[in-house]
């Protein structure tokens, strides 16, 4: 999709949520989100970096072609005893 048309259809599509408050609720928030992803290079909705979840990518990367893998089996054990050290 072009550049222009995919501005036509972002407005096209605020517009026909204009007359739903909810939706324009959950609209300025998002776009508060995003203005400060600009700020802090946040990414919307998550809390950390996009510079930091690059690294824990490669990261992660790097440690599945050394072969330092865990089962589903081994991670939800670990999981099981974290969140019961927390009650």
């Known amino acids: 999709m ?4 995919l501005r036509q259809q972002v407005l096209q ?4 949520l204009m007359d ?3 939706a324009m ?4 928030t998002f776009l508060e989100d ?12 998550l809390p950390y ?3 930091e979840r690059k690294r824990a990518i490669r ?6 072609s050394r072969g330092h893998t865990q089962t589903h ?11 019961s050290s927390w009650k």
């Open 13 to 16: 599509d605020v517009i026909s």
């Open 49 to 51: 970096t996009e510079e």
């Open 2 to 5: 072009s550049t222009m048309k």
């Open 25 to 28: 609720d959950v609209l300025q």
């Open 73 to 83: 089996d081994e991670v939800v054990a670990r999981m099981e005893k974290a969140i």
């Open 34 to 45: 995003l203005k400060e992803r600009e700020k802090d290079g946040r990414i919307p909705g």
């Open 59 to 64: 990261c992660a990367e790097s440690d599945w």
């Open 20 to 22: 739903k408050d909810w």
